[in-house]
């Protein structure tokens, strides 16, 4: 295993329930891949995801932020503070050594306490990817999306469940997901990919859902060997 690995580039994956990380793990099984996962972290008390990265004899972890404050017993700002980076710190580990980071349902906000660890030259300063569950602004837009029918979307920012109300709330005739390169700023970056689906009038939030989750899985997937073919 390790002498099949030594050819491909080590990813770290960061979730939350883990929802996208069978898609993730599928790719990197596959004898071509560019990748191999060395490390899989969920901020939540339990995850199908840590236990399916455990299952194929991926190193998983717990790092919940809650349980860090009542542990140490600090303040939010300095637990916050101290979580990110402890958390960089042990994600950056020899052992695990991960080229780039990818972000698939960590919903917790990072800041450069946690992202100074994973410094590069390319995208945003940092090797770190991050799936948005909504459209982002791509070179040349500000604060409208240009959308395939001629209409414009706003920036919606937010966990999964509030963008879908907002599709449905403002009659979006789009909508669909962005991977882009993490900054300290919430849900920005360079876009690496995103990818348009078109809105049924009929569309629910459990349908817009079932629409939206394999276009994720498939558009990060294509995104970690973009960067990997074109940056590492």
Do not use: C
Not at 32 to 40: M, W
């Amino acid at each position: 295993m390790l002498g099949q690995n030594s050819k491909k580039i080590p990813i770290a994956i960061l979730i939350g329930g883990g929802s996208k990380l069978p898609a993730i793990l599928k790719a990197a099984k596959n004898p071509k891949s560019k990748f191999y996962i060395s490390l899989v972290v969920s901020h939540k008390k339990e995850s199908t995801g840590i236990e399916l990265a455990l299952k194929n004899k991926i190193p998983g972890f717990y790092f919940n932020l809650v349980d860090w404050r009542k542990r140490f017993n600090q303040s939010d700002k300095l637990a916050r503070k101290n979580y990110m980076k402890y958390l960089g710190w042990f994600i950056s580990q020899k052992q695990y050594a991960p080229k780039l980071l990818v972000f698939a349902g960590w919903d917790l906000v990072v800041d450069d306490n946690f992202l100074q660890f994973f410094k590069a030259n390319f995208g945003n300063g940092y090797a770190v990817v991050n799936l948005h569950p909504a459209l982002l602004p791509a070179k040349g837009e500000k604060d409208e999306i240009n959308l395939p029918d001629g209409t414009k979307s706003p920036i919606i920012k937010g966990e999964q469940e509030k963008v879908l109300q907002t599709v449905i709330a403002k009659k979006l005739t789009y909508f669909g997901p962005t991977i882009h390169f993490l900054t300290p700023d919430f849900d920005t970056g360079e876009v690496i990919s995103r990818e348009f689906i078109k809105v049924d009038s009929r569309d629910t939030i459990k349908s817009l859902r079932k629409k939206l989750m394999p276009v994720e899985d498939k558009i990060l997937v294509a995104s970690i060997n973009l960067v990997i073919s074109n940056y590492l």
